[in-house]
Nanobody, 130 residues
Framework: QVQLVESGGGSVQAGGSLGLSCEAS????????MGWFRQAPGKEREGVAAIYTGGGSTYYANSVKGRFTISQDNAKNTVYLQMNSLKPEDTAMYYC???????????????????????WGQGTQVTVSS
C-alpha cells in the first residue's frame, strides 16, 4: 500500500522560511513525478513544484520561482520543498502527490496539473502572517 506523509508545516512571518517534507512508502518503482500542490480557502488547488524522481528535473509555478526549491533524497524516499521569502498569499494547505510511474516514465511527463497524479498525502498547513 502506497503512502505519502507530509510534515514541516507551520506559521511564519512574511519574509521567513519553512521546509516541508514528504516521505513516500510502498512504491516499487523509482521513476515518477512527485509534486507539491496547495489549496487556500475558497480557491482551487494549484501546482507549486514538481520533480522527476528518475533524474531530478524540476518544475515550478511562476508564483514561486526563485523562492521555492524542490529536492529529493532517493535513499530516504523523501521529497522536500524549501520555501523562502514567504508571502501571506503562500498561506494554504500544502499537499504532496505522486504520479503513476515505472521504467517507462520520462521527465517530460512531469506536470503541475492535478490529473497527472494518482496518490495524495493528507496535507500540512502553512500560514504566513504579514
Amino acid at each position: 500500500q502506497v503512502q505519502l506523509v507530509e510534515s514541516g508545516g507551520g506559521s511564519v512571518q512574511a519574509g521567513g522560511s519553512l521546509g516541508l517534507s514528504c516521505e513516500a512508502s510502498g512504491y516499487t518503482y523509482t521513476r515518477k513525478c512527485m509534486g507539491w500542490f496547495r489549496q487556500a480557502p475558497g480557491k482551487e488547488r494549484e501546482g507549486v513544484a514538481a520533480i522527476y524522481t528518475g533524474g531530478g528535473s524540476t518544475y515550478y509555478a511562476n508564483s514561486v520561482k526563485g523562492r521555492f526549491t524542490i529536492s529529493q533524497d532517493n535513499a530516504k524516499n523523501t521529497v522536500y520543498l524549501q520555501m523562502n521569502s514567504l508571502k501571506p498569499e503562500d498561506t494554504a494547505m500544502y499537499y504532496c502527490a505522486a504520479s503513476p510511474g515505472g521504467s517507462w516514465y520520462r521527465h517530460d511527463l512531469c506536470r503541475l496539473t492535478q490529473n497527472e497524479y494518482l496518490d495524495w498525502g493528507q496535507g500540512t498547513q502553512v500560514t504566513v502572517s504579514s
